[in-house]
């Protein structure tokens, strides 16, 4: 099994700047695909980045493309989302995601493990 601890959750002003992090731990050998997922209130769960097992392929989706990335650390186990140039539609909680087969980038479900979720609030 493998356990998902996302950070760096938090509240920000319009035009501002947060990183998610999220450590992998458990059967991290296991692993192919890694992902962030979003959830606004009353809204389903979205995909907003995922990053392939070959160290390269990245997808966004396409309210985020220019304003977020996404890196992997495949030594360390981690996944960070970079966010810049928020908007107060970006308000969610935030959840990172791993798959143990890679698919379609530009959907990754289904999921095998999920995080917790940590809270990004955008203000106007």
């Known amino acids: 099994t493998v356990q998902l601890v996302e950070s760096g959750g938090g509240s920000v002003q319009a035009a501002g700047s947060l990183t998610l992090s999220c450590a992998a731990s458990g059967d991290t050998d296991r692993v192919a695909c890694m992902a962030w997922f979003r959830q606004a209130p009353e809204k389903e769960r979205e995909v907003v980045a995922v990053?392939?097992?070959?160290?390269?392929?990245?997808h966004y989706t396409d309210s985020v493309k220019g304003r977020f990335a996404i890196s992997r650390d495949f030594a360390n186990n981690t996944l960070d989302l970079r966010m810049n140039s928020l908007k107060p539609e970006d308000t969610a909680i935030y959840f990172c995601?791993?798959?143990?087969?890679?698919?379609?980038?530009?959907?990754?479900?289904?999921?095998?493990?999920w995080g917790q979720g940590t809270q990004v609030t955008v203000s106007s």
């Open positions: 990053f392939s097992s070959d160290g390269i392929s990245t």
């Open positions: 995601a791993a798959k143990l087969r890679n698919g379609r980038l530009s959907n990754p479900n289904p999921i095998d493990y």
